[in-house]
Structures are given as structure tokens and as C-alpha cells.
Nanobody
Framework: QVQLVESGGGLVQPGGSLRLSCAAS????????MGWYRQAPGKQRELVAA???????NYADSVKGRFTISRDNAKNTVFLQMNSLKTENTAVYYC?????????WGQGTQVTVSS
């Protein structure tokens, strides 16, 4: 059974940090491009960051320099380190695993940035 399970969301003050984790099972993790997406209320889901199986990364312009995606292939886990959080980063964050025509989503984890 293919499954992605996110954790690490929560409430944080502006300027704070959070680290999201996504544990994968049922897939050959190392060959997948792993990504983090987010969806804020009333908005479309958007890419935050992604890392290919070869390690190359890409980020949304709005998070460059503040967020870092990384992966541990031995633990089938991808991370998103989020620093200098802003209120506009409030959203449900989703983990994604993609390989050719295969596209797998996690259930999402809520991140709320508020004072």
C-alpha cells in the first residue's frame, strides 16, 4: 500500500520555524521526485519545493532563501525546513511523490503562522 504521512505542522509565530516531515511507504522512494505543495483557503494548490531523485531542487520564488527541502533515502523521508515564517505561509502543506505517471499525495498537515 502506497502511503505518504506528513507531520510537523502546527502554530508558530511570524519569524519562527517549523520542520515538516513526510514518511513514505510502499514505493521505491529513491527514484521518486519528492515535493511539498500548499493550499491556502480560497487558493489553488501550489508548489513550494521539490527535490528530484538526483538531488536537484527547485523552490517557489516566495520561499527561496527561507525554506529548504531535503531527503533521507535510507529512511524514506523528505523534509521541509521552514524558517522566517510569514503569516502568508499559512496553509495546508501536502507531500507529493512523483515518478512518470505515478502521482501520490499525503493527507496534508496544517501550518498556521500567527501572532
Amino acid at each position: 500500500q502506497v502511503q505518504l504521512v506528513e507531520s510537523g505542522g502546527g502554530l508558530v509565530q511570524p519569524g519562527g520555524s517549523l520542520r515538516l516531515s513526510c514518511a513514505a511507504s510502499g514505493i521505491v522512494f529513491s527514484i521518486y521526485t519528492m515535493g511539498w505543495y500548499r493550499q491556502a483557503p480560497g487558493k489553488q494548490r501550489e508548489l513550494v519545493a521539490a527535490q528530484s531523485s538526483l538531488g536537484s531542487t527547485n523552490y517557489a520564488d516566495s520561499v527561496k532563501g527561507r525554506f529548504t527541502i531535503s531527503r533521507d533515502n535510507a529512511k524514506n523521508t523528505v523534509f521541509l525546513q521552514m524558517n522566517s515564517l510569514k503569516t502568508e505561509n499559512t496553509a495546508v502543506y501536502y507531500c507529493n511523490a512523483a515518478f512518470r505517471a505515478i502521482d501520490v499525495w499525503g493527507q496534508g498537515t496544517q501550518v498556521t503562522v500567527s501572532s
